[in-house]
């Protein structure tokens, strides 16, 4: 398993877990990046830790806090709206340079729902 699909495979089970998400905020807003084919996304993470590690780390993030999102609120709004507005799904970026797996949010959602459904 790459390290990208054990990160995916983390953060689904992560949120179904504890039913939350997280991400980064500041006065600003939510932060998006390109990645390498283009794409916009924006990152999540499935434990605060994860985010505050990415904090401490990654210059660029040095001025967001820790932004938790119930799972509820994550599957029934914020899918919806990334999907409309075209973005990606980060999930659980790490290291230095905060680089990960990206994916489609309804690819998320579908694994996130088929992984609810066996609790």
């Given at each position: 398993?790459?390290?990208?699909?054990?990160?995916?495979?983390?953060?689904?089970?992560?949120?179904?877990?504890?039913?939350?998400?997280?991400?980064?905020?500041?006065?600003?807003?939510?932060?998006?990046?390109?990645?390498?084919?283009?794409?916009?996304?924006?990152?999540?993470?499935?434990?605060?830790?994860?985010?505050?590690?990415?904090?401490?780390?990654?210059?660029?993030?040095?001025?967001?806090?820790?932004?938790?999102?119930?799972?509820?609120?994550?599957?029934n709004k914020w899918i919806t709206g990334l999907e409309?507005?075209?973005?990606?799904?980060?999930?659980?970026?790490?290291?230095?340079?905060?680089?990960?797996?990206?994916?489609?949010?309804?690819?998320?959602?579908?694994?996130?729902?088929?992984?609810?459904?066996?609790?």
């Amino acid at each position: 398993m790459s390290q990208a699909s054990a990160q995916y495979h983390a953060f689904i089970q992560g949120i179904v877990v504890h039913k939350k998400v997280w991400t980064l905020k500041d006065d600003g807003g939510f932060p998006t990046s390109t990645n390498l084919n283009g794409e916009t996304v924006l990152p999540f993470w499935s434990l605060e830790s994860k985010v505050v590690k990415i904090i401490k780390k990654v210059h660029a993030y040095r001025d967001f806090q820790p932004y938790e999102i119930k799972l509820e609120d994550f599957i029934n709004k914020w899918i919806t709206g990334l999907e409309e507005d075209g973005l990606y799904v980060g999930v659980n970026w790490s290291g230095k340079k905060a680089t990960g797996y990206d994916v489609k949010p309804n690819e998320l959602l579908e694994h996130i729902t088929y992984e609810l459904e066996k609790y």
